[in-house]
């Protein structure tokens, strides 16, 4: 060992790989951004040198590591889950010396990110573009980062990602019991929706069937939620919205059509979708006869629109 070891830690943990060094090394110490105390070591500070030493470090980047890693010392850490990578970003654009815009953000200015990110996601799902949903995943998963981030500082209140994952873990442990706790098997979808409806009455206490129903979503789809939630719990459909209004119809469209299990928020989306694209071929038509798309009465356009599948 002629120029050193930088050996990266995690907290208190270090990597496997350098435990038989660390036994033989005669000299170890704890880099400026290391507690030393933690590791029983000396701080970096009471160093002769830097020749032929061990360092404990908590990134390459701190000064004492950074020097001994441009003079050749090898590096010995253990790599960094991607996830756990994404959330350490996440802090240090947040930290003081990171980026002064996600610095300012709240829960409430981050919303609209959220909601816009969401359905990037969903149309890159509806279009079956690998490529798209590889990257609004990661979109929405920084959306589930920032708002932790957020919240950990919050003085009256604070948890982080780590809360965050082990309250999903509790939850679908909890609300699988046939799987991790050797309850009866469950073996139609239709049971274990069930299932889970009667679980989470009990760990959330609810009072009604409609507690815990996002009333902000899309109006098609909270129509069609509630109309899922009124269907198990029996309620008739006479008893539904009544009149000619446009409202009124398009509740009891959207809410019996989730009963039948169809999704009326994404199949109204669809038709929405090719509906554009119509109006796109036939603008296109429009402008390949020389015409402009701007100039079309009803006649023209009934001319370019492209012909309906059979």
């Known amino acids: 060992m002629s120029t050193g070891v930088v050996v990266i830690v995690r907290g208190t943990t270090l990597p496997g790989a350098a435990l038989k060094i660390l036994r033989d090394a005669g000299a170890v110490y704890a880099a400026t951004d290391v507690d030393p105390a ?6 970096v500070i009471e160093a002769p040198s830097l020749k032929d ?18 003079t050749g010392a090898e590096v010995i850490e253990t790599p960094v889950p991607p996830l756990v990578e994404a959330a350490e970003v996440m802090d240090r ?7 002064p815009w996600d610095a300012v ?7 609209q990110y959220l909601v816009e990110e969401t359905y990037e996601l969903l149309d890159a799902i509806e279009e079956g573009d690998r490529e798209a949903l590889r990257e609004e995943l990661g979109d929405v998963l ?31 442990v909890g609300r ?4 991790f706790a050797g309850a009866d098997q469950v073996h139609t979808v239709e049971h274990q929706n069930l299932k889970w409806e009667e679980l989470k009455q009990r760990e959330k206490q609810r009072q009604s069937i409609v507690d815990g129903v996002a009333l902000g979503q899309p109006a098609v789809a909270l129509a069609g939620k509630l109309g899922q939630r009124s269907g198990r719990a029996g309620i008739p459909l006479d008893l539904f919205p009544e009149g000619t209004a446009a409202a009124a119809q398009l509740f009891r469209i959207a809410a019996t059509a989730r009963r039948a299990g169809v999704d009326a928020e994404g199949e109204l989306r669809a038709v929405a979708k090719q509906f554009a694209k119509d109006i796109q071929a036939a603008e296109q038509a429009a402008r390949d006869a020389g015409l402009e798309p701007t100039t079309l009465e009803a006649d023209g356009w009934r001319k370019f629109w492209p012909p309906r599948p059979e």
Do not use: M, N, W, Y
């Open 93 to 99: 654009l947040r930290s003081p010396g990171g980026c």
């Open 142 to 172: 920084l959306q589930v980062l920032f708002h932790a981030r957020v919240a950990a500082e919050d003085a009256e209140d604070p948890f982080g990602i780590d809360d965050v994952a082990a309250a999903l873990v509790a939850k679908l």
């Open 53 to 70: 030493v061990v360092l404990l470090a908590g990134s390459r980047d701190e000064p004492a590591a950074s020097l001994l890693i441009a």
């Open 38 to 43: 933690a590791f029983g070591v000396p701080a």
């Open 105 to 111: 953000q709240t829960h409430d200015s981050l919303r």
């Open 176 to 179: 699988h019991p046939h799987v």
